[in-house]
C-alpha cells in the first residue's frame, strides 16, 4: 500500500534561518507531487506541483521553493524565513484524475 | 483568486440530524470534485468524490450531490454523529494534476 511520510511535524525556526521540509511517498511510481499551506480564511492554498522529477510548477509568488531530486521525493525550501511563512505545511501525492493523499503536515513557527 | 468557495465557516448540528455543508466553484472546467475532512494539526484525509458526469454519489452516511448548472455541490452526513466534528473541505480538479481547495467549513456535531 502506498503511504506518505512528511517531517518533521513541528518546527521552530527563528526569522532569516533557512527551511527545508522533506516528504516521501512509498508504493507508487512517478507519482504527482503537492505542497500544500493552510492559512486562516483561505483554506489549503496550493504552493507547489510536480509531474515529475525536476519538474516543478509554482501557483503562488512567495519566499518558497521547491525541488524533486527523485521520484518520490519532494522538498520544500527557503533561503531565508520570514515571520509570515509561519503556518501548517501539508504534503501530498496522486496519481492524476483521483483524489489526493495528504501526510500528517509541519507545522512550523517562524520566531 | 478563489476558484473554489465555502460559504459557511461553521456549522452546528445535533446528533442525528442532517449535516449539509455546501460547496460553489467558479471555473466551469473543473471536472472531478471532492471532499476532505480534516482534523487539527492533522493532513486532510479523503472523504467522497463525484465526477462531473455524475449528479449524485453516496457511500453510507455521505452523499455529494453535484448541480453544474449552478457549479454547486453539496455534502450531506446523514445521520450526523458526534465522530463527524471536523473541517470540512471541498476541493476541485480539471486536469486531475491540480486541486483547489475551499476555505473549509467547521462542522460541530452536538450530542
Known amino acids: 500500500s502506498q503511504t506518505i511520510h512528511q517531517w518533521p511535524a513541528t518546527l521552530v525556526q527563528p526569522v532569516g534561518s533557512p527551511l527545508s521540509l522533506e516528504c516521501t511517498v512509498e508504493?507508487?511510481?512517478?507519482?504527482?507531487l503537492y505542497w500544500y499551506r493552510q492559512a486562516a480564511g483561505r483554506g489549503l492554498q496550493l504552493l507547489f506541483y510536480?509531474?515529475?522529477?525536476?519538474?516543478i510548477s509554482s501557483e503562488v509568488p512567495q519566499n518558497l521553493s521547491a525541488s524533486r531530486p527523485q521520484d518520490r521525493q519532494f522538498i520544500l525550501s527557503s533561503k531565508k524565513l520570514l515571520l509570515s511563512d509561519s503556518g501548517f505545511y501539508l504534503c501530498?501525492?496522486?496519481?492524476?484524475?483521483?483524489?489526493?493523499?495528504f501526510g500528517q503536515g509541519t507545522r512550523l513557527t517562524v520566531v | 483568486d478563489q476558484q473554489v468557495k465555502q460559504n459557511s465557516p461553521s456549522l452546528s448540528v445535533q446528533e442525528g440530524r442532517i449535516s449539509i455543508l455546501n460547496c460553489d466553484y467558479t471555473?466551469?472546467?473543473?471536472?472531478?470534485f471532492l471532499w476532505y475532512k480534516k482534523y487539527p494539526a492533522e493532513g486532510p484525509t479523503f472523504l467522497i468524490s463525484i465526477s462531473s458526469i455524475k449528479d449524485k454519489n453516496e457511500d453510507g452516511r455521505f452523499t455529494v450531490f453535484l448541480n453544474k448548472s449552478a457549479k454547486h455541490l453539496s455534502l450531506h452526513i446523514v445521520p450526523s454523529q458526534p465522530g463527524d466534528s471536523a473541517v470540512y473541505f471541498c476541493?476541485?480538479?480539471?486536469?486531475?494534476?491540480?486541486?483547489?481547495f475551499g476555505t473549509g467549513t467547521s462542522l460541530t456535531v452536538i450530542p
Open positions: 476541493a476541485a480538479s480539471y486536469t486531475g494534476n491540480q486541486f483547489y
Open positions: 501530498a501525492w496522486g496519481t492524476g484524475g483521483a483524489e489526493a493523499f
Open positions: 510536480s509531474v515529475g522529477i525536476g519538474q
Open positions: 508504493g507508487t511510481s512517478n507519482p504527482n
Open positions: 471555473n466551469s472546467m473543473f471536472d472531478y
